[in-house]
């Protein structure tokens, strides 16, 4: 059955806390959204916050099955909710970044074999040889990054190559720890995914490649040859090349959708399958960012980052290819204290309540009378330190602020490091730059208006706060036209544009000019002092 004549376009994003799709039609109007929550919804996986953190406080995984379960879901509750499959022209997708899955020997026949008349978490039971996938919260590879950056001539030497130094969260390190743990695992591996790719395995019914974007995220790819190092997988894992298959263009598709999804949901024969790719790089794509743009992404991890043409690699933060754009990049700085330190804050300091946390926001001046706080509840990224550490005016350490002295505290804190990293980093914040955000907590107000005033931009925000699940549905119309030499932009000229939300409230650039000074040399002072 053809795609029905009111075609429309599907983007997963298979994120840290839960599956999340959204569907848009010809003209970009979003037609439908819906998810599932991993905690509360698949709680036979017992997962917080999506993960199992070990017992050893820095390996962190998330059951593979449980995100096969939830796309069985996910399409169970659009099926009952009346959505029609026969209208999906193409669909695509991301995942969160650097995760890792491990099919086993024989698994490609399984998913070319799918029966349509079971669930799919039935069937892929036995196909994974590492049961525990791996997730970008790990940092239980240091070993692994050392030896990386040792094989090729250095963290420099490597950035130059992969777009980044060696970390922890990187693919390429944690496949190199799992030939180190799990040897026989390893070799009874046939094909490695990310989690993007993972999940356009599920949909394409066989293997699928790795989109350059997200395997910028993997220490393992060339970011200016789009092709593996050879260096790189050589001082990884052995027959590492022929688990990887190889790297593809985002806007690539990689075939017609399985017969499973034909058959139990009604996807017509001829919907096509466009490479999935990261999480951020999804979210690019649905905020249409442009060069001169800052991206604030709010979400599990708070990520900061932009479209580049010439990206200079160093050792902080990181180059990827640019999902839309094969000449172009983005750069991007990871914070992984995110959402879920926002949420411990609120629950101890306003109850478990949003609305409570506003009130308390509003009602401290900006700049908090002087008072910083850094809250590092796990191993920070940028930089890598943990702890939470207060200071008042007078840049002395204190034990405690008032409830709602801590909320802003952590909040300026937050927005603060963004822009300390940033401007480090390069990124420049002149009149004119427009600093977009999306994730969870790009739908409070009060928190946006810290973001502008820290940042002295106005911030503007797009319908929806699923911008990667909404920028894979876009990609997903663009990869039907991109043969034709059509680019994305054009292809979603008709999409919405963003909106501004808040500008900045006069006198902030007064105001946190000198914060931003000093919360760089608080963070530099914490982060020697877990140094000695
Ligand atoms: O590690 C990250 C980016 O480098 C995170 O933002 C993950 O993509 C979150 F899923």
């Given at each position: ?95 969160q970044q650097h995760g890792s899955v491990y099919w ?142 190889t790297p593809v263009p985002p806007m690539a598709v ?279």
């Amino acid at each position: 059955m053809a795609a029905s004549t009111v075609p429309c376009y599907l983007g997963f994003d298979f994120s840290t806390q839960q599956l999340k799709v959204i569907a848009v039609d010809e003209n970009l109007n979003v037609i439908h959204q819906n998810n599932v929550q991993f905690d509360s919804e698949l709680p036979e996986y017992r997962t917080q916050g999506g993960v199992h953190v070990q017992s050893d406080g820095l390996t962190v995984t998330s059951p593979v099955l449980m995100w096969v379960k939830a796309l069985d879901i996910i399409l169970e509750k659009m099926k009952n909710a009346g959505f029609d499959f026969s209208r999906v022209k193409a669909l695509s997708g991301s995942g969160q970044q650097h995760g890792s899955v491990y099919w086993k020997t024989g698994a490609r026949h399984v998913l070319e074999n799918l029966n349509p008349e079971r669930h799919l978490h039935e069937l892929l039971q036995w196909s994974f040889a590492v049961v525990d996938s791996p997730v970008w919260m790990d940092s239980s590879t240091t070993e692994q990054c050392h030896n990386l950056e040792r094989a090729v001539g250095g963290a420099q030497r490597l950035a130059d190559i992969t777009g980044s130094r060696a970390y922890e969260r990187f693919t390429g390190n944690q496949i190199a720890k799992i030939w180190k743990i799990k040897p026989e695992e390893y070799q009874q591996t046939e094909r490695i995914s990310l989690v993007s790719s993972f999940a356009s395995c599920l949909f394409l019914g066989n293997y699928a490649d790795i989109d350059f974007s997200d395997g910028s995220g993997m220490n393992l790819m060339d970011i200016f040859s789009k092709q593996w190092a050879q260096d790189c997988l050589n001082a990884t894992a052995p027959q590492l090349q022929s688990k990887l298959g190889t790297p593809v263009p985002p806007m690539a598709v990689l075939g017609p959708v399985s017969a499973y999804f034909v058959s139990r949901y009604g996807f017509p024969v001829d919907c096509r399958v466009l490479a999935f790719t990261g999480d951020n790089p999804g979210s690019l794509a649905g905020m249409r960012l442009q060069e001169g743009d800052i991206a604030v992404s709010l979400g599990t991890s708070d990520t900061v980052f932009l479209w580049i043409k010439d990206p200079k690699p160093t050792v902080e933060g990181h180059i990827f290819c640019n999902p839309v754009d094969c000449q172009a990049y983005m750069a991007l700085i990871c914070f992984k204290n995110g959402s879920l330190t926002r949420e411990r804050i609120r629950n101890e300091c306003a109850g478990g309540s949003w609305e409570v946390f506003s009130k308390a926001l509003r009602s401290v001046p900006m700049g908090n009378n002087g008072n910083i706080g850094i809250y590092f509840d796990v191993m920070e990224i940028t930089p890598p330190v943990a702890g939470v550490h207060r200071f008042n005016e007078d840049n002395n350490k204190v034990a405690g602020f008032s409830q709602e002295v801590e909320i802003r505290a952590l909040v300026e804190g937050q927005f603060l490091a963004k822009r300390v990293h940033a401007e480090k980093l390069g990124y420049k914040i002149i009149p004119g730059t427009r600093v977009l955000a999306t994730g969870g907590a790009s739908s409070n107000i009060d928190i946006l208006q810290v973001l502008s005033d820290v940042f002295s931009a106005p911030v503007y925000t797009i319908d929806t706060a699923n911008s990667a699940c909404l920028g894979c549905a876009y990609r997903a119309m663009h990869g039907i036209v991109a043969k034709k030499g059509v680019s994305f932009a054009e292809a979603i000229r008709r999409a919405p544009e963003p909106k501004l939300a808040v500008t900045p409230t006069p006198g902030s650039e007064k105001i946190f000019k000198p914060l931003l000074k000093r919360y760089a040399e608080l963070e530099e002072k914490v982060l020697k002092e877990s140094q000695q």
